[in-house]
């Protein structure tokens, strides 16, 4: 079915917008889930519950892309699923490595001031992204927004491990100058 289909379903309040919703997204809120939980059951749940904040969301709010709409809700419930799973132990799995990565370049989000300025931020990421070669481009997303596994990177696009992490220090450093130039204290 296409997405202004069921989109159309979910602001006639029609339950067979989540079945359609899951029929042509599911795998895909799966992955993205998978990928930071490491956990099925979780993983699931965040799903279930990205489907109830689709739900909820629409109406009002009409997306223009509704995979990268889910995507987000799906990463930004999987993420909080992930802190809330790990709020008193800290292990070393892909999350906190990530984490740890992108530590350097990024403010962190401790205060109401810093919340606000965050969708600058994002902008300025945004221009940033768009402003660097589409392969480390593809290569940071698919990292920092899919959390996909330097080795899965690498087979994705047909290079080494190495050369993956080497375009991401490369471009962690660029985001870090540009972030700087644009004014965002880090």
């Known amino acids: 079915m296409e997405d202004e289909k069921i989109i159309d379903l979910y602001w006639a309040r029609q339950e067979a917008a ?3 919703t899951d029929k042509k997204y599911g795998n895909y809120c799966r992955s993205i889930s998978l990928h930071i939980l490491k956990n099925q059951e979780d993983c699931e749940e965040c799903v279930n519950d990205t489907w109830l904040r689709a ?3 629409m109406p009002p ?3 223009d892309f509704l995979a990268a709409f889910l995507g987000k809700i799906t990463r930004n419930l999987s993420i909080s699923r992930y802190r809330l799973n790990h ?4 292990g070393s799995g892909e999350m906190d490595l990530l984490l740890m990565e992108l530590e350097e370049c990024l ?3 401790q ?7 965050g969708k600058e931020i994002a902008r300025s990421i945004d221009r940033f992204l768009y402003g660097i070669d589409e392969e480390s481009r593809d290569m940071f997303v698919r990292r920092y927004f899919y959390v996909d596994p330097v080795k899965e990177i690498a087979e994705r696009f047909g290079v080494s491990e190495s050369k993956v992490k080497s375009r991401l220090f490369r471009a962690r450093n660029k985001l870090r ?3 700087e130039r644009e004014g965002v204290a880090l």
């Open 18 to 20: 989540i079945l359609e």
């Open 55 to 57: 739900w909820d969301t």
């Open 61 to 63: 709010k009409r997306p």
């Open 87 to 90: 709020a008193r132990k800290r």
């Open 107 to 109: 403010p962190s989000g």
């Open 111 to 117: 205060n109401v001031e810093e919340e606000i300025e």
């Open 177 to 179: 100058e540009h972030l």
